[in-house]
Every structure is written in C-alpha cells, then in structure tokens.
C-alpha cells in the first residue's frame, strides 16, 4: 500500500523557519519526480514546489522562490520542504504528492504562519 | 501562467443524475511530446485530492467507469454517468505540461 505521511507542521512566528518532512512507502520512491501542494484554509490547491527523481532539478512557485527549497533523500525515501522567511499567505496545510501525475497522496500537514 | 477555468462553481444533483464539469484552458495543453497533460482530482471533505483521470481520459486504477473524461487542446470535460453519495466534494482540473503547473478552482458538487 502506498503511503506518504508528512511531519513537520506547526506554529510559527513571520520570518522564521520550518521544515517538512515526507516519508513514502510502498512504492519505488527513487523512480519518481515528487512535488509539494499547499490548499490555504477554505481554498483551493496551489503547486508550491517540484524535485525530479535524482534530486537534480527543482522547480518552485515565483511566490516561494528563493525562501523555500524543496531537497529528497532517496536512501531514506524521504521528500523535504525547507521554508524560511515564512509569511502570513504561507499559511496552508502542505501536501506532498508524486509528480507530475498527482496519484499519490499524502493526509497534510497544516503550518500555521501568525504572531 | 495557464489559467484552468472550471465551470460551473457549485453543481447539485440527485443520485443517478449524469453531470458535467468543464475545464478551459487559457492555452494549448498538448506537450511537444504529444501528450495531453490535464488531469481531475476529486477532493472529499476532510480527505487529501485523489486522482480520477490523467492525461485526459484515463482512468486511475481503482476509480469507478462512471467516470470518463474527454477533451482536447483548451477544453476538457469531467462526466460521472449515475452520481453516488460517495462522490460528493469538489472536484479540481490540474495541468503539468506548462511550468508552473495549475490547478483549476474547483467545482463543489452537492446532493439536490
């Protein structure tokens, strides 16, 4: 069964930092290009960020570029989402999901950016 | 950016009732490759999306053939012949054959 469970989520403070976590199971994580989605409270879904399956290329948003930086450890089948400078419209629950065919899914998890 | 319009915003039906959900793109999605990147989630109250259709008209492993999609170029089309109660929720277009990719703004389909 395939699994991706995010980690990570929180409340922070504007400017400072956080860091998400995604670990994925039942599939050949290496294989495939993996993304980052964020759905703000009561909106709709927004592609924050995307990692081929090597790790050597990112893609990101205009809005997050340069503040997030989207990395993956294959050994660990792991996806991560560093997000510094955070602002208050980075408020979400963040998604990872594969990539570019959005089949897999993980549950969220919700940052919460507010003083 | 592509722009994916999906109309209408809010759909009722009864159960068994067939609709429709429409999504327009501001530009061409056939990829130089040939493929047709446009594929529909259905997102559930509560619950991360989940694929239905992928490059247009394919149908995800596991989802009921009372869902078909069709379309090509810049209009796409959704169909759920015979809606059920577990259909509910709404229901997103999203492209990947132009960078950044997008999402269409959802379509809520709701019990009459």
């Known amino acids: 069964e395939v699994q991706l469970v995010e980690s990570g989520g929180g409340l922070v403070q504007p400017g400072r930092s956080l860091k998400l976590s995604c670990a994925a199971s039942?599939?050949?994580?290496?294989?495939?290009?993996m993304a980052w989605v964020r759905q703000a409270p009561t909106k709709g879904l927004e592609w924050v960020a995307s990692?081929?399956?090597?790790?050597?290329?990112?893609y990101y948003r205009d809005s997050v570029k340069g503040r997030f930086t989207i990395s993956r450890d294959n050994a660990k089948s792991t996806l991560y989402l560093q997000m510094d400078s955070l602002r208050s419209e980075d408020t979400a629950t963040y998604y990872c999901?594969?990539?570019?065919?959005?089949?897999?899914w993980g549950q969220g998890t919700l940052v919460t950016v507010s003083s | 950016d592509v722009v994916l319009t999906q109309t209408p915003p809010t759909l009722s039906a009864t159960i068994g009732q067939s609709v429709s959900i429409s999504c327009r793109s501001s530009?061409?999605?056939?990829?130089?490759?040939?493929?047709?990147?446009l594929n529909w989630l259905l997102q559930r109250p509560g619950q991360p999306p989940q694929l239905l259709i992928y490059?247009?008209?394919r149908l995800e492993s596991g989802v009921p053939n009372r869902f078909s999609g069709s379309g090509s170029g810049t209009d796409f089309t959704l169909k759920i012949s015979g809606v059920e109660a577990e259909d509910l929720g709404v229901y997103y277009c999203?492209?990947?054959?132009?960078?950044?990719?997008?999402f269409g703004a959802g379509t809520k389909l709701e019990l009459k």
């Open positions: 530009q061409s999605l056939l990829h130089s490759n040939g493929n047709t990147y």
């Open positions: 990692i081929t399956n090597s790790g050597g290329s990112t």
């Open positions: 999901t594969s990539n570019p065919g959005f089949a897999y």
């Open positions: 490059l247009v008209s």
């Open positions: 039942g599939f050949t994580f290496s294989n495939y290009y």
């Open positions: 999203v492209q990947s054959t132009h960078a950044p990719y997008t």
